[in-house]
């Protein structure tokens, strides 16, 4: 339970530091109060990787279509 919690409180920040949505400070390190800069890490590193691959696969269908 405590992992999920977490995980989805690292989700949520590097999600909202993504798109840039912020809002203020206190608000951002309200979103990381209680996780630590390695699952921030973990999320952001995961969700980047994705997204790469993603694109990749993406590039790939379109030359080959």
């Known amino acids: 339970r ?3 919690d977490v995980f989805l409180r690292s989700l949520k920040a590097v999600l ?3 798109i ?3 809002g203020r400070r206190a608000d951002a ?3 990381t109060n209680g996780v630590g800069l390695i699952p ?3 999320v952001a590193g995961v969700l980047t990787a ?3 691959g993603g694109l ?3 590039a790939r269908w ?3 279509g």
């Open 2 to 4: 405590i992992a999920m």
């Open 16 to 18: 909202w530091a993504a």
């Open 20 to 22: 840039g949505l912020g």
């Open 29 to 31: 390190e309200q979103r």
């Open 56 to 58: 990749v696969l993406l």
């Open 50 to 52: 994705a997204l790469l």
């Open 62 to 64: 379109a030359a080959a």
């Open 40 to 42: 921030l890490l973990l």
